[in-house]
């Protein structure tokens, strides 16, 4: 059950109300505040964010953000954490579906249609439904379209890319219920290989821990639904059971795909998934996850990470960070973050890196001690150096390299993932021999724990 609803924007330590609804009276009328300052000063306690769930004078405060915005509940009642964090992204791709993208502003010109949406969602505090197509019977209020030019600028991970063909990432802030200039509407599906990777290296560089959580997201902008057929890898195994599942060595060598365990959505007919690995379904209104999968085979990682550490006297010591990208020189990943805990007695750092090279920044966190190194764009093949001088307030009486680390990593990879699973082909049942709509896939691998 749910008291209370609201949208909260963030940049950086600003943070503005944007909606809020479903109120039971059962939460005080500041709640929306409280949770504004617990979140802002969360990182005053040592922490780097706020938890996702967390307690408040009895009052009990979930969220999650999506792309700059914070979707909060609140009730007091014990309800399921999961329950309600799920709840809250679905709430956020309902919206994204009928608004087409998700920012402050696209909030803010179409709240009528949000606060129409939200009751239909949820219902004095209990949840309805979170179908876009459903919804669609009850919905009357047409979005209202943000100008692409004001939309945030996408990097290289927001390309769509069908051989030779690219196509801008914008091509899916459209709404789903919204027609083209004309009243036409474009004929075309998006399908994603979005995979999250975890993997947990020891101090000489070998690998402890390595898992992959994938999903297959659709967005159809199909009118009539025609039913789509989706291949996969024909080698694709899941499930332990079998000698081929259980040799890394010769999977990985013969390239065949081995899944833990997956999951379907409702709409996909599995009649033929065992024979040829083909998936059938009639896609929803919206995006909306195909299949959820899980790898806990041992795969290569995407980067190698070499860290050392050396005394440079009674009150200095030296890093040396060394990262390398094994993936092909035709691969660029982005956004690539590497951050460092360093002793808490760290007074100053210097940074060094290598000669002529661009859009890479260097940081020291001073108020919780961290190295923070940001490089743009990481080419495949290619190895990075930084090099960070520390000075502490007291002299070194322990082992150092016990106080330093461990090197956590951030990135994102398009067109790239380590699983090797691949969409074959993508068939859409024709309604005439004229109809061919346009079909885009993309391949995006990012960092889940990469330590």
């Not at 380590?418 to 709509?437: D, E, F, G, M, T």
Request: hydrophobic residues 40%; glycine residues 6%; aromatic residues 10%.
């Amino acid at each position: 059950m749910i008291s209370q609803f609201f949208v909260l924007s963030q940049r950086g330590d600003n943070i503005r109300l944007v909606i809020v609804t479903t109120d039971r009276g059962e939460v005080a009328k500041g709640s929306a505040e409280i949770f504004f300052r617990k979140v802002k000063f969360w990182k005053e306690d040592g922490q780097e964010e706020a938890p996702p769930v967390f307690n408040v004078d009895g009052v009990n405060y979930f969220h999650v953000k999506v792309v700059g915005l914070l979707f909060v509940a609140t009730t007091r009642v014990n309800v399921s954490p999961s329950l309600v964090l799920e709840l809250l992204q679905r709430i956020a791709r309902v919206i994204k579906d009928y608004l087409g993208v998700l920012s402050e502003d696209s909030l803010r010109k179409n709240f009528v249609l949000v606060y129409e949406l939200l009751d239909e969602v949820i219902d004095f505090g209990y949840m309805q439904t979170t179908s876009t197509e459903v919804l669609k019977s009850y919905i009357f209020n047409e979005p209202i379209v943000v100008d692409a030019a004001r939309l945030q600028p996408l990097g290289p991970a927001a390309i769509f890319m069908q051989g030779t063909k690219r196509m801008p990432g914008t091509a899916i802030t459209k709404s789903v219920v919204a027609n083209e200039p004309g009243g036409r509407k474009r004929e075309e599906i998006f399908v994603d290989i979005i995979e999250k990777i975890s993997v947990t290296f020891s101090s000489s560089g070998y690998i402890l821990t390595s898992e992959i959580d994938g999903t297959i997201q659709m967005k159809s902008y199909l009118t009539g639904n025609p039913e789509i057929r989706l291949a996969l890898n024909e080698d694709l195994s899941i499930g332990r059971g079998g000698e081929l599942a259980n040799d890394y060595r010769s999977s990985y060598g013969s390239g065949a795909v081995i899944l833990y365990d997956c999951n379907f959505h409702e709409s996909v007919h599995l009649d033929s998934f065992d024979m040829d690995r083909t998936l059938a379904l009639v896609p929803p209104d919206g995006e909306f996850p195909v299949m959820n999968y899980r790898m806990t085979q041992e795969f290569k990682p995407p980067f190698h990470i070499n860290c050392l550490i050396e005394e440079a006297g009674h009150i200095k010591a030296e890093v040396i960070l060394k990262v390398r990208a094994e993936f092909p020189s035709n691969i660029t990943a982005n956004t690539v973050v590497l951050e460092m805990p360093l002793p808490k007695y760290t007074t100053r750092a210097s940074f060094e890196l290598e000669p002529g090279v661009t859009g890479q920044r260097t940081d020291f966190k001073g108020a919780n001690k961290k190295l923070e190194w940001d490089l743009e764009k990481f080419v495949g093949g290619v190895e990075h150096t930084l090099r960070a001088k520390l000075t502490f307030s007291q002299e070194l009486h322990a082992n150092i390299t016990k106080e330093a680390g461990p090197v956590s990593m951030t990135f994102a990879i398009p067109m790239y993932n380590v699983s090797r699973l691949q969409v074959k082909y993508l068939q859409i049942a024709k309604k005439s021999s004229s109809y061919n709509p346009y079909r885009w896939v993309r391949y995006v691998t990012q960092a889940n724990s990469y330590n």
